[in-house]
């Protein structure tokens, strides 16, 4: 996740629209944990105040359940896909790109084992 803090939309508006956007395209799954409001703050370079700005917005819009105190998860409601496909299709997309297999052979091969 990059934001562009000299940019003209808030940085808080910038981090619920890119989280926002990976739950919408089933990025992240339902009961994905989120970063802590501090780590992803340290990792973006911003205030933790900006963070947790950001992740209220995006709990009062239904993609996420924040909890006081505790983690903030994707929720059930928001989420298109299954969290455990999510993690097969990248953990398919890590050994891809290791072994050299481009995008097309593995869309080929996802669509030949495919039931039907």
Do not use: C
Request: aromatic residues 2%.
């Amino acid at each position: 996740m990059e934001i562009e803090l000299r940019g003209s939309t808030p940085p808080a508006d910038q981090i619920r629209e890119q989280i926002g956007g990976l739950i919408a395209a089933g990025r992240m799954g339902a009961g994905e944990k989120l970063p802590s409001v501090r780590q992803l703050a340290r990792d973006l370079g911003v205030a933790p105040g900006t963070v947790a700005k950001a992740y209220r917005a995006l709990d009062a819009d239904g993609y996420v359940d924040a909890r006081a105190g505790g983690s903030t998860r994707v929720s059930a409601k928001a989420s298109t896909t299954p969290r455990p496909v999510i993690e097969a299709a990248r953990h398919l997309a890590d050994i891809s790109t290791s072994e050299g297999a481009s995008l097309d052979e593995a869309i080929r091969l996802l669509r030949a084992v495919w039931p039907n």
